[in-house]
């Protein structure tokens, strides 16, 4: 399973603010990687440049899961080095030769060219969209997986997670 960060597990949740890590993710992001063979699929880099030439190129996925407390999320993450001049974006990468054949894509809206790539491969079934702004986006993008996968609540609990760790009302009171 290949995930975005940007506008997928942090996003703008309230108009007008700034951008968030979504509710829950974290605990969410554990269970999945516990129940799918996960793989950061980002424009992040994996791990800080050894002279970042801004603050900005000091961020990396290593980084932000430390300073989440996700550190244990990347030890069972992936990372997918994908060619970013490839005109088919990320699609390239989940297309591409020897990858994986049963695999599943949670991202924010993609490209029209990444979106033509799976059609034409036969492959847009696998592309999960992430509404981008909100609360829920990456929630209920994880929820259609496990609808599209087969999973249920006691596959949740088969891995020691809690099937209210996926309900959006439970969140939402908590």
Same mark, same amino acid.
């Given at each position: 399973?290949?995930?975005?960060?940007?506008?997928?597990?942090? #996003?703008?949740?309230? =108009?007008?603010?700034?951008?968030?890590?979504?509710?829950?993710?974290?605990?969410?992001?554990?269970?999945?990687?516990?129940?799918?063979?996960?793989?950061?699929?980002?424009?992040?880099?994996?791990?800080?440049?050894?002279? =970042?030439?801004?603050?900005?190129?000091?961020?990396?996925?290593?980084?932000?899961?430390?300073?989440?407390?996700?550190?244990?999320?990347?030890?069972?993450?992936?990372?997918?080095?994908?060619?970013?001049?490839?005109?088919?974006?990320?699609?390239?990468?989940?297309?591409?030769?020897?990858?994986?054949?049963?695999?599943?894509?949670?991202?924010?809206?993609?490209?029209?060219?990444?979106? #033509? #790539?799976?059609?034409?491969?036969?492959?847009?079934?696998?592309?999960?969209?992430?509404?981008?702004?909100?609360?829920?986006?990456?929630?209920?993008?994880?929820?259609?997986?496990?609808?599209?996968?087969?999973?249920? #609540?006691?596959?949740?609990?088969?891995?020691?997670?809690?099937?209210?760790?996926?309900?959006?009302?439970?969140?939402?009171?908590?």
């Amino acid at each position: 399973m290949y995930i975005d960060i940007d506008d997928t597990i942090i #996003a703008q949740i309230l =108009p007008g603010s700034g951008f968030d890590l979504r509710p829950c993710v974290l605990t969410q992001l554990a269970v999945l990687g516990r129940m799918y063979d996960c793989c950061w699929l980002t424009t992040w880099p994996y791990t800080e440049p050894k002279h =970042p030439r801004s603050r900005e190129a000091r961020m990396s996925v290593v980084t932000l899961m430390r300073c989440l407390y996700g550190t244990r999320v990347n030890d069972t993450f992936r990372y997918a080095e994908w060619d970013r001049d490839h005109p088919d974006g990320k699609a390239a990468f989940v297309l591409r030769e020897g990858a994986p054949p049963d695999w599943y894509w949670i991202e924010n809206p993609i490209f029209k060219e990444e979106e #033509a #790539a799976l059609a034409a491969a036969g492959k847009l079934d696998r592309y999960i969209p992430v509404e981008p702004q909100g609360p829920w986006g990456f929630l209920d993008a994880v929820n259609e997986l496990f609808r599209r996968t087969g999973k249920s #609540a006691t596959d949740v609990k088969r891995v020691n997670g809690r099937p209210e760790w996926f309900d959006r009302a439970t969140i939402g009171i908590g």
